[in-house]
Every structure is written in structure tokens, then in C-alpha cells.
């Protein structure tokens, strides 16, 4: 396809193809933004006093089980969070094609790595 | 890709930057650098898991200058993303979109994350004072 091809605005948009699931990924941004907005404010309270105490102080916090029930809510949907906006990050920025799907496989791969490897260390 | 030619969008070269355009790009940064962060919230749970020694190694690199210039940072990073975050989610229902609105917004992101950056802070050497 070449930028110059006359097309009303219709046909090169099928051309283009429809979002179809940009939807759901644009919903599921703002379910996770949502509750980040308690469990951020909980998690910056929660960890001030604890980078100014040692182990044992972490021990005692973990051991809540409050604390790790808010700890499991946090970190999938932190990492959710944080796969959807570096994977429109991705698509913005990234010209090649190949280049963008890598990126996304890749932030897909590592926030699903670093949510299993957080709750495997909470549950512990 | 159709149009691998086209000039991308906006044109940074010739755009001014006003408080809008700065919030919205800080906004994307700011969450760069809190996914750097998370890095560090894996590497303390994972470390808390391990074991004492490995906790400490950890509280060793968050308390050298290098951690504290990073730590202070992501505090920052994290109450911008917050308090704009939230400015987002009220654009989502349809509201703030005055100019004058957008305007007054913006800069009580500015205002409020700055606030909670230099409060919490303040709480924290309060604390740590307190262990010494």
C-alpha cells in the first residue's frame, strides 16, 4: 500500500483492522489503576518504617495476614498494570513490527515471572 | 507496516512544551521508572524469603547514596503517577476537560505529589532517627 492510494477514511480503517481486544485492554488498565490507588497508599505506609528496621521487622509484617492477603492483591495487579502501560508504551514507540512484538512477548514473559517469583517469596 | 515514512507524531522538535504536554509525558516516565522499581520490591520479598543475610545485602544497597538518590526518585515517581492517575480516572468519567480545569488539575498534581514526596520523607528520617 502505498501513502498517496485514494481510500475514504472506511475502508482504509478495515484495511487496518479493528481494535477488537484494545478494548478490554484499555478496561483492564483502569480496573488495576482502581485498586492500585488503596494498595499503593497501604504498601508506601507499610514499607517506610520497614527500611529503617531489619529482618525480623519484615518478618513480623509478613507474618500479618492481612498483610499478605493485600500483598497478593498488590503485586498481580501492579504487574498487570505495569505489562498494559509498557505495552502501549511499546506500541507507540516502536516503529518495526518485529521489534514490537518482541517487546511485548518480553514484557508479557517478565511481569508474569516477577508476579509468580513476589507472591512465591509473600507465601513463603 | 503501511506507511513506514510517515513523520511520527507529535513533532517534539516543534512543539512547546506547556504543563499539559510535560504532565502527560512525565505521567509515561514516571511509569518507566516505577517498572524499573518493581525490580526492587521482587528483590526485598525475594530477599525477605531467603533469609537475614540476603535482607540485609538488600537494606545495605537501599540505604548507600546510590539506593537513597534511586529511592527518592521512585517516591516521587510514585506519588506522581498516583495523584495524575487519578486526574486520569476523573478525564475517564468525561469531567475536567476546561481548559482552566486541566490547568488547575495539573498543577495540584505538581502540588500534592510534591507534598506527599517531602512528607513522606520527613517520616522516614523521622523513623530512622528513632532506630538510631
Redesign the interface.
Given at each position: 500500500?502505498r501513502?498517496y492510494q485514494i481510500q475514504i477514511p472506511l475502508a482504509r480503517a478495515r484495511?487496518?483492522g479493528s481494535a477488537r481486544s484494545g478494548a478490554s485492554q484499555w478496561w483492564a488498565q483502569?480496573v488495576t489503576?482502581?485498586a492500585?490507588?488503596p494498595l499503593?497508599?497501604w504498601f508506601?505506609v507499610s514499607i517506610?518504617?520497614l527500611?529503617?528496621?531489619?529482618?525480623q521487622a519484615?518478618?513480623d509484617w509478613?507474618g500479618s495476614r492481612i498483610n499478605v492477603v493485600l500483598?497478593t492483591l498488590f503485586v498481580p495487579m501492579?504487574?498487570y498494570h505495569?505489562a498494559l502501560?509498557?505495552q502501549v508504551?511499546a506500541e507507540d514507540y516502536l516503529?518495526?513490527?518485529s521489534t514490537k512484538i518482541t517487546a511485548k512477548i518480553s514484557i508479557q514473559l517478565a511481569c508474569l515471572t516477577?508476579t509468580i517469583?513476589?507472591i512465591?517469596?509473600?507465601l513463603? | 507496516m503501511t506507511h513506514s515514512h510517515r513523520p511520527t507524531s507529535p513533532a517534539l522538535q516543534i512543539y512547546r512544551p506547556q504543563l499539559t504536554s510535560v504532565l502527560s509525558i512525565t505521567h509515561r516516565l514516571t511509569g518507566v521508572a516505577l517498572s524499573v522499581g518493581s525490580l526492587m520490591i521482587v528483590a526485598w520479598l525475594v530477599a525477605g524469603a531467603i533469609g537475614p543475610s540476603a535482607y540485609d545485602g538488600v537494606l545495605v544497597f537501599v540505604r548507600s547514596w546510590f539506593g537513597l538518590v534511586l529511592l527518592a526518585g521512585w517516591t516521587f515517581a510514585i506519588f506522581f503517577h498516583l495523584c495524575n492517575g487519578i486526574r486520569h480516572l476523573f478525564w475517564d468519567t468525561g469531567r475536567g476537560f476546561a481548559l482552566r480545569t486541566i490547568y488547575a488539575s495539573g498543577w495540584a498534581v505538581v502540588a500534592v505529589s510534591t507534598a506527599l514526596t517531602i512528607g513522606c520523607w520527613a517520616a522516614a528520617i523521622f523513623l530512622a532517627w528513632g532506630v538510631e
Open positions: 500500500m501513502c484495511g487496518l483502569r489503576a482502581i492500585l490507588v499503593t497508599i508506601v517506610v518504617p527500611m529503617a528496621a531489619g529482618h519484615f518478618l509478613r500483598l501492579l504487574f505495569m502501560g509498557l508504551i516503529r518495526r513490527e516477577l517469583a513476589s512465591v517469596a509473600i513463603r | -
